[in-house]
């Protein structure tokens, strides 16, 4: 595996690769990684040729007082579950090598970030979709691999491939899970073992809104009680946001007629943690 800091290096490396006429695909990452993200990398290195992971704690998608000063680190150990999963180029910049101190331009998809985590963090897909444009651009990519962890994330960015026409196809993997069905995250690292135990049910009340549902109830508002009462009883947990949408426009509904999404984001202590179930009549 070869580790690029700089983009010309990363470059020089793409353009032979483009020469030779390979399939590129990329996984963009925060690091810390765990097997939600190597499921990511095990997908393009199965449909790819050349495979490159980013490893970048993006500042341009943390608000003020959100914890990019304490995201955790271990490029260690990242670069050897990224060898072993076979991937052939790590990039791994510094943040000036990405922002200048003149750098000016973002990448904003309207409407679609508003809503879910939108509300709490206004300014995180703006800053996802412009790491995103970045790496695209720069790894010339033909494929890029996200998780449905992150799904207001990855409609996002479907939506700026298709709005900027990049030639780029998006996979979007399932979300992989713990044992006791909490979703995998970098974020899981924060948690005292209380509040780990306590992490277990927003999964569990998106599944209990999801077993309504598969009993023959439509209404969302019914699905979103269920998924609130089972959480309101929840030592450290405090609610952002429960939410019945369309799993295409992100808009609330109120009765569930085609795909949607229940999405959930909850504060355990001091972690803020998201989690979301498909269901589909
Ligand atoms: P992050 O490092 O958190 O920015 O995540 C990098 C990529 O991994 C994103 O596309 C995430 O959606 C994806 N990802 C994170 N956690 C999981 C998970 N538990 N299962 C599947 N994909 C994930």
Known sequence: MIKCETISQLREIVNEWKQQG???GLVPTMGYLHEGHLSLIDYIKSHCDCVIASVFVNPKQFGPGEDIDRYPQDF???MQLLQERGVDVLFIPESNEIYPDDYYTYVQ????GKG???RSRPTHFR?????????FLITKCDVAAFGQKDYQQAVIIQRMVKDLNFDIQIIVCPTVREEDGV???SRNSYLSAEERSSAVHLYQSLKRAENLFKSGELHAARLREEMKSSLLSTPEINVDYLEVVDAETLQSIDKVHRITLLAGAVWVGKTRLIDNILIDP
Not at 109 to 112: F, M, Q
């Open 22 to 24: 390979k399939r590129i």
């Open 76 to 78: 260690e150990r990242d």
């Open 109 to 112: 998809v309207d409407e679609l």
């Open 116 to 118: 879910l985590c939108g």
């Open 127 to 135: 800053g996802v979709t412009t790491i995103v444009s970045k790496l």
């Open 183 to 185: 979703a995998m995250s």
